[in-house]
């Protein structure tokens, strides 16, 4: 793999890579929204009113604050979504029972990337902290270089 | 907006106007569906002289209300066999409004197969013979219409789908630059207007102004923070503008929810080179626009303008059901591609949920293959052709699935199911199974019902939630559909109560009411009722509000999931 900080790269290659998903270092027991906080630089409200979308291995978080993530673990974040499939799958949405199933499957384990997870940007979030996870700094796939 | 047109085409093509009667205060879907619901036969054929086709603005459509641009298009549908509704952005809304028109009625028969041009002005109408375009697709059609009319009016037109009278073709409105980009798309309700005889109709509001307010004050500082409201939402405000609706990709790929090759699996390794970020960049990049608004007076601009590498245009931003239909419901990851073919689809007439899913029915047919490009632009070229093939293409996916011997069509009632799965998403299966209008994803779209305990207050944590849910959605949908607002407001009513508040007021200082959550309740329940009354009248029973089989039973990766929504719950939605 291959490490990505800080004056490394931007343009459109760094959107393409954080669409598909990075490598980001975990920390032990780390929360969904601790790992928010710490990797982009977010505090409460700011997580609130731009992050209103979360997925985690496939499912909907609703409760990112006790929500732990493991080694393995692919985490999306997106703003709000249009639609009405849009608005059920938003973090703890009023509507969430039409998505009763969309619950987070199992972390699939990555020899390669031990202690890491594979974080997803999407949309305003992608906009608007890609800069924040540059200074962060993450991994990409040597295939992917 | 105090009179109806109602247009008589026989041997000798006539019209009136009339006053709205029993229709005053119905606009959008709530007049379509009345009128259908009240002069249709339900047992006639769709394509037959007892059809009609109901053309309405919404209530608010005309005024300086913002994004109230929609205009309904009803009929008896050729795709499904029932009731249909089908509406569209572009400008037709505003200036048929503006003109004084609460709806157009067509009905009646072509003249010897001929068709015709209705003309539309304030004190004027004309029907001429349309023998200048019949024949041309749409783009051809509006250059010719502008070019005798002006730049000034509206136009809605068929292309040759229908002409050919395809069970899949469209009625197009143009949009602020003229271009026929904007569909009443789904039901094969172009046909119905081919076999009335008209071709074409010109809206010209020349010397009309915009409809006042009773209250103009009121109406004024109503319609100012509804604005607003929309405006600071991050989804109508940020997330639409930026990346259009195709911004829904990414998010419904990672779910598990997104239909890939004909339904088969439920993620599409593609996405990300279809998604509405990387649209919205190839957009920019190539000198296009990402951020765009489909009529006048729209204050989210949602829509864009696609260009080819050299800058040229090709397209209006493809919506995400289009970039999903023609994408990875094909196994198709190419913007471009999916770009021309949204061109095909407009300029032919056709709507493009149900072309993509047809063409990804040909696909496990063999016609082509998954992730063909070249291959599903040569099956939509026959289409535009009228080769024996492209008819068949024409008819929808369910028709081209019993011709071919496939099991898999993805439809309900005949139409469709738009981009999501219901198998892991299983409340949208409840809509797609239960909605009069067949497999629809925008028929339980407003979702601010629940919220605002429009149509009953239901507990979201109950396992039988998604049923109550979808009832409730269904009945504010079909009033939202009557006001000519987009549905995208849904979102900032939802998590802004001073929004909702803004938008009720907008209404009421218009028209000088008092209108409740119950009076929408009522409303959406009446033109759900005269839905479902018109259908069942038509021949459907509980067996038609019902999954295509194969849903329960074949698992959907990554979830592994099946609709198990029972019979008994489904039969429950409409219970009121």
Known sequence: MRFIGEGDWDGPQLSAWMQSGVHVALQEGETVYAFICRVLSMDRAAVAAEIQTLILNNGCVDNPESQVLGSGDTLVLSGAMPGLVGAMLRSDSPIKAMRQGLTPGDRRRDPDAPGMLRLKLFNTVLRDHRADLLRCGFYIDEDNA | ?576
């Not at chain 2, 998954?370 to 008819?391: C, H, M, Q, S, W």
């Open chain 2, 1 to 576: 907006m105090d009179k109806i047109l109602r247009v008589k085409m026989g041997a000798k093509p006539e019209y009136s106007v009339e006053p709205m009667g029993e229709y005053a205060g119905l606009g959008g879907r709530a007049f379509t569906s009345k009128v259908i619901f009240s002069e249709v036969p339900p047992l006639c054929h769709p394509l037959g002289i007892e059809n009609k086709l109901a053309i309405a603005p919404g209530l608010m459509s005309g005024s300086a209300a913002a994004i109230s641009g929609r205009i309904s298009v009803g009929c008896k549908s050729p795709l499904t066999g029932g009731i249909k509704e089908a509406n569209a952005g572009g400008q037709a809304a505003q200036v048929l409004a503006r003109i004084g028109f609460g709806g157009i009625i067509l009905e009646g028969e072509s003249p010897d197969g001929k068709l015709y041009t209705l003309v539309v002005k304030k004190d004027e109408v004309s029907i001429v013979p349309a023998d200048d375009i019949t024949g041309l697709n749409n783009y051809d059609t509006v250059e010719k219409l502008v070019a005798t009319y002006g730049e000034k009016c509206a136009y809605m037109t068929i292309g040759t789908a229908g002409e050919r009278k395809y069970a899949n073709s469209s009625i197009a409105c143009s949009d602020v630059e003229l271009r026929p980009t904007r569909h009443a798309g789904r039901g094969g309700v172009g046909a119905v207007m081919a076999a009335k005889g008209i071709k074409a109709i010109v809206l010209d509001d020349a010397g009309c102004s915009m409809r006042k307010p009773a209250h103009p004050e009121a109406f004024k500082a109503a319609n100012k923070e509804f604005v607003e409201g929309i405006r600071k939402h991050p989804v109508s405000g940020q997330g639409l503008p930026a990346y259009g609706t195709n911004v829904l990709t990414n998010v419904i790929n990672e779910a598990g929810g997104y239909p890939t090759n004909n339904f088969n699996s439920g993620q599409f390794a593609g996405a990300a080179k279809i998604s509405g970020e990387t649209q919205a960049e190839t957009e920019t990049s190539r000198g296009g626009r990402a951020t765009h608004g489909c009529h006048r007076g729209c204050v989210i601009n949602c829509s864009g303008t696609f260009v080819d590498k050299d800058g040229n245009y090709v397209s209006k931003q493809p919506e995400y059901e289009t970039v999903w239909s023609h994408g990875g419901n094909c196994g198709i990851d190419d913007l471009d591609a999916i770009a021309r073919m949204d061109r095909m689809d407009d300029d032919f007439g056709v709507d493009t949920i149900e072309m993509g899913a047809t063409i990804g029915v040909a696909m496990e047919a063999g016609l082509a293959k998954f992730g063909d490009a070249d291959g599903a632009i040569k099956l939509l070229k026959e289409v535009g052709e009228g080769t024996p093939l492209g008819r068949l293409l024409g008819s929808g996916a369910a028709a081209t699935a019993k011709a071919f011997g496939i099991e898999k069509a993805p439809v309900v009632k005949g139409q469709a199911m738009p981009a999501y799965d219901p198998r892991p998403i299983q409340g949208i299966g409840v809509t797609y199974a239960t909605s009069p209008q067949g497999a629809d994803h925008t028929a339980g779209y407003a979702i601010a019902t629940n919220i605002l305990k429009v149509g009953g207050f239901v507990d979201p944590l109950k396992p039988q939630g998604q049923v109550e849910l979808s009832r409730n959605l269904q009945i504010a949908t079909a009033a939202i559909d009557s006001t000519g607002m987009c549905l995208f407001i849904a979102f900032p009513v939802l998590d802004q109560p001073e929004t909702f508040n803004a938008f009720i007021d907008v209404i009421n200082a218009f028209y000088d009411m008092k209108m409740t959550a119950d009076d929408v309740t009522a409303l959406g329940k009446n033109i759900l009722t005269w839905e479902r009354e018109f259908n069942k009248a038509a021949g459907f029973t509980a067996a038609h509000d019902r999954l295509p089989m194969y849903f329960t039973r074949e698992k959907l990766a990554p979830h592994n999931a099946t609709f198990d929504v029972t019979d008994k719950e489904l039969d429950e939605v409409f219970n009121w």
